[in-house]
């Protein structure tokens, strides 16, 4: 049974939407002055030292043009070590400086799935953040893996709208200057500014030890500490979702006030929202890049609208009370389902409720948002070049409709393009569907698990489109840390991540070296509501084709034995 939707949480998610449109072009447009490959960094000149210094530092020639096989090597290279330093540190945390709490060193098998985990910018966690890593590993792991994660996936983002820009030449740019800008104009200060704010709201920053403190019913209770604030901050804006303690958002110490949940909602989608923006300033065609977001943008103000209706339903299995099991009463259903939907949407997954909790239905959703790729807003620069892949796609299918030769902003697409694109759009879902059929056939993938019958397949297809899909957010009903889980998700993450980026950056390199043509009479426009009709349906119907039989077996089937009154 649906309940009328209360009108206080009605309006607080139109101002969020307000604030994303209002903010998105804004910040899109001072990213574009950033990433332009002329020397004009107005109001950048703070910072600019800091660049110089670690070009220096790292003796590299930002002006050093590279073919998309040097960049893909040179980001392979460099997130192998960041990957290789994460582990390390976990395997000898017991050793290294600030662990007011002697917290043991990482098992392998944790250790190896969290490395890969913040290697990926999915920021899986199978474990408590509190009770297993140090402030020293969380510090120079974690925190510094949540920046260079993300500016990697953007530095990518910016080499396909270079590429897309240049005529008859091989290079797309320079990975090491990408990076490094993206980190130390972009990131940094937005997370420096975010995480004042934070510490002001009441999100902890501290070296302390914990404190035993005593309830008022004269029990025990740690109270845990650590700094939390400078890495929440890069958790939302670089969509990592990572938190700092084990139960993410909806702990005091991460997530304290309404206003520090509306701004940890708002960050989640303000950057990939805003590249939208940069990329049409990129590759000088704004209408192109507002096609892309309107497209995002419809997407996930539909999902919104389902998961409202869903989670504000009553549940007929425990007599028509509503679904408030695993809701963080501080914030209530509403702020919950638009950081459901937010969250899985940009591939960020922070929590500031229990996914396992939310109606059938209502699960369905963000699990859903997950299995479509990283195009609904998705990801800093994954859910951008993300959604290009499916527009390629769509050019393809329109021009072979059409009889002509596809192209997509004056570039003739080639078998190759298609190819590539492809690969990037499916590998993923095999991932999910095939590691998902062997969790649930097995004793390893069934034992973890807290419920039976389709919920129970829920919990199996959310952790493995969590970890195929980059996202990281987790149903919280299932337990991964485990030899299976840690290994079968560490891998899915790992493939899902380059079967991407590789994919993307071969498509920027044929398309650089390719001429531009200029529209004509017979040239598909990609900037019109016919564009994001196309768009839309083609990414629709490629995630309802691959996944709705598990859909049906999981959460829809769910659904409909509820109204019975079944609950599992």
Not at 319 to 332: A, D, K, P, Q, V
Not at 376 to 392: K, P, T
Not at 502 to 514: D, H, N, R, W
Request: charged fraction near 10%.
């Amino acid at each position: 049974m649906t309940t009328p939707l209360p009108s206080a949480d009605v309006l607080r998610a139109i101002i969020y939407l307000v604030a994303l449109c209002a903010l998105s072009p804004l910040l899109g447009y001072f990213m574009f002055q950033v990433y332009r490959d002329d020397d004009h960094h107005r109001f950048l000149r703070p910072f600019r030292f800091l660049e110089n210094w670690i070009y220096k530092i790292a003796d590299v020639n930002p002006r050093e043009e590279m073919t998309w096989k040097n960049y893909a090597w040179a980001l392979l290279t460099f997130n192998f070590v960041g990957f290789a330093i994460v582990l390390i540190l976990q395997l000898i945390q017991q050793w290294l400086p600030f662990n007011p709490q002697h917290l043991p060193n990482v098992p392998f098998p944790l250790a190896f799935n969290t490395a890969i985990s913040f290697m990926s910018n999915t920021n899986w966690q199978a474990y408590s953040g509190e009770s297993t890593l140090s402030y020293f590993t969380q510090l120079a792991g974690l925190t510094v893996q949540n920046f260079l994660s993300a500016a990697t996936a953007m530095a990518v983002m910016v080499a396909l709208a270079r590429a897309l820009t240049r005529k008859l030449q091989p290079t797309i740019g320079n990975f090491w200057s990408d990076l490094i800008r993206s980190t130390v104009y972009i990131l940094l200060p937005l997370s420096i500014v975010f995480a004042i704010f934070l510490v002001g709201q009441g999100v902890v920053q501290s070296f302390s030890h914990y404190i035993e403190a005593t309830t008022i019913e004269g029990a025990k209770q740690l109270i845990p500490f650590g700094p939390a604030a400078s890495q929440i901050a890069i958790k939302q804006l670089g969509t990592n979702g990572g938190g700092f303690f084990g139960v993410n958002s909806a702990h005091p110490f991460e997530n304290p006030t309404a206003l520090s949940n509306f701004w940890e909602m708002l960050a989640i989608l303000l950057i990939p929202s805003a590249l939208v923006f940069t990329f049409g300033f990129l590759i000088k065609n704004k209408r192109h890049g507002a096609a892309l977001w309107v497209t995002m943008l419809i997407m996930f103000v539909v999902g919104l609208v389902f998961a409202y209706m869903a989670n504000f339903a009553t549940n007929p299995a425990i007599g028509n009370h509503s679904f408030l099991e695993g809701i963080e009463t501080r914030f209530g259903i509403g702020n919950s389902s638009i950081w459901s939907v937010a969250t899985s949407a940009a591939s960020n997954g922070s929590v500031n409720a229990m996914h396992d909790s939310l109606s059938p239905l209502g699960g369905l959703i963000p699990m859903f948002n997950i299995m479509l790729g990283e195009v609904i807003f998705g990801g800093v620069g994954c859910g951008l070049y993300g959604i290009v892949l499916f527009a390629i796609l769509t050019v393809f299918l329109a021009g072979l409709m059409v009889g002509r030769t596809p192209e997509y902003l004056g570039k003739k697409i080639s078998a190759k393009e298609v190819i590539w694109a492809s690969v990037g759009i499916l590998v993923p879902c095999a991932l999910i569907l095939v590691f998902s059929s062997i969790a649930a056939v097995t004793e390893m993938g069934l034992s973890s698990l807290n419920n039976k019958g389709p919920h129970g397949l829920s919990e199996i297809l959310y952790v493995f489109s969590s970890a195929s899909g980059n996202n990281g957010s987790a149903f919280a009903g299932l337990n991964a840390n485990t030899n299976f889980y840690n290994y079968a998700t560490g891998f899915c993450m790992l493939i899902a991540r380059f079967a991407v980026l590789i994919p993307v950056l071969a498509i920027a390199g044929s398309l650089a070296e390719k001429k531009t043509t200029p529209p004509s009479a017979g040239t598909f426009p990609t900037h019109g509501a016919l564009f994001v009709f196309l768009l839309i349906s083609v990414i629709i119907i490629v995630g309802a084709l691959t996944f709705f039989p598990a859909l049906t077996l999981g959460p829809i089937v769910e659904h409909l034995l509820m109204l019975q009154g079944k609950a599992f």
